[in-house]
């Protein structure tokens, strides 16, 4: 199960509660200013109340809660030029890929079973593998079984929009409150460069028309979505040379039409996934192609940057993949769904984000009146918002950018195979992690040995685990005082 | 007159299944396959047959 965190265990004495204490995450997304804004302050209250616990969608969220995608949809009524659903593997994490399709009774066995064991979760979503709104009967069962069994858990779908305005009132009456749609143009000329066909009532339809009915469905659908108060996140896919200008168009669009928060996405194109933009060679945005679209966006739509493009059956936090320890044939024949787990893992989250939101509060502060210029520091963590994994055995760096305007989050780098395994760490494979850290300035970690430390000081990034265990923002906001020679006193929490 | 599905080519969406107007397709093993009983082709209902408009896979939906 879920790793150690020290600095938490240490705090109590109480042996259930610090088993629960190391349950806060062991792996994960752990960004701030990413999702929507920082917290309850910063928005209406009923609004805080739907996102606070939602990963996908607030900052603070994520630090803590985990969500669950069930396959349980797996038609579709379109065909997007970046998706090949023939294609199932196990070890690649990416939106359409599952290894096994469920049936609404086999989705209630596996939530009712995760719930039971992961008590950080919070959140079941529909994301396909088709489309959660085209596939209805299945979702709507699913939801309907699952909200039976588990009343406060959040329901949650992904659509392409097209059948999403035939569902709205249906969603509305079962509480889905955060709803997904991918919107990739609102130009149907650039639409035509994505989408080859449309299903709609039924016939088949192509080339301008496809994506001129799948345009005004995805703004009808949005335009419900909004005037109902349901949360709507935008998700489009950067594709150069096709919509990567068009997106900050896109932006605006759906942030006048009410849209919550809008996650612009990297194409994923490889030949081997046999989609068409892999076998035409048409590739994906660089780190700071995707990072230059995204700045333009600001101040329009939230823009979300800890999105990690997960399967369609997914199971954890955002970042970690547990699904693999709950396939179908792991699962119990009878289940009964036990709440008590979960609900004390919420009190005790509950009191854990007030002290790191305090944190982080006093270090953008701090910075704001002393920062010069801006630096970009990655981080290895293991989730709960610290800095706790070790440079060779970090995934993903998360990267954060500090300066006049605080701490904030920029996005992940993967890492390929991490550097270090069984103690021996690979020349080639650092290399390649430093290929991976190009533009950073600084990486805080927990542990880092001395050859790294070395190469990557070659390389001009500076290393450092004299931060270990803090809270990154105030680890962050530490570093750059002690660089810059700035007053900024200790805030290590 | 009916369709059938080429089963080595099928994504198992099962969108072909509810589309069907005369419910002639049904899971079977690990894989759709249409009653050539039942299909009509979709006359008297659709312009075109629903499962081939539908599917996901080019020629995976075809004439008997």
New interface residues.
Partial sequence: MSGQLVAFDDLFNDASQATLRSEIPSSGCSSSSCGSSAGPGDMPPEVWAKIKDHPCYSEEAHHYFARMHVAVA????I?CNYCN??YDCANESRPGVVSE?LTPDQALRKVVTVANEVPQLSVLGIAGP?DAC??W?KTKATFEAVSREITDIKLCISTNGLALPDHVDELAAMNVDHVTITINMVDPEIGTKIYPWI?FR???YTGLEASQILHERQMQGLEMLTSRGILTKINSVMIPGVNDEHLKVVNAEVKKRGAFLHNIMPLISDPAHGTHYGLTGQRGPTHAELKALQDACAGGANLMRHCRQCRADAVGLLGEDRGQEFTLDQLPNAVHYDPAKREAYRELVASERGDHVAAKTRAAAELKENADRAILVAIATKGGGRINEHFGHAREFQVYEAGRDGVKFIGHRKVEDTYCLGGFGEDATLDSVIRTLEGVDAVLCSKVGDCPRKDLAKAGIAVTDAYAFDYIEAAIASYYASEHAVPVQALSA | MAYKIIASQC?????CE??CPTAAIKMKGDTYIIDAAKCVECVGH???P?CA??C??PKTCVKV
Avoid: I, L, S
């Avoid at chain 1, 797996?74 to 009524?77: F, G, I, S, T, V």
């Avoid at chain 2, 994504?11 to 969108?15: D, E």
């Fill in positions: 797996p038609a579709c009524n065909q659903r023939k399709k088709g085209y596939d009967k299903y039924n016939r088949r | 994504t198992v969406c099962g969108a509810f589309e659709f312009d075109k629903q408009e539908v996901p896979v």
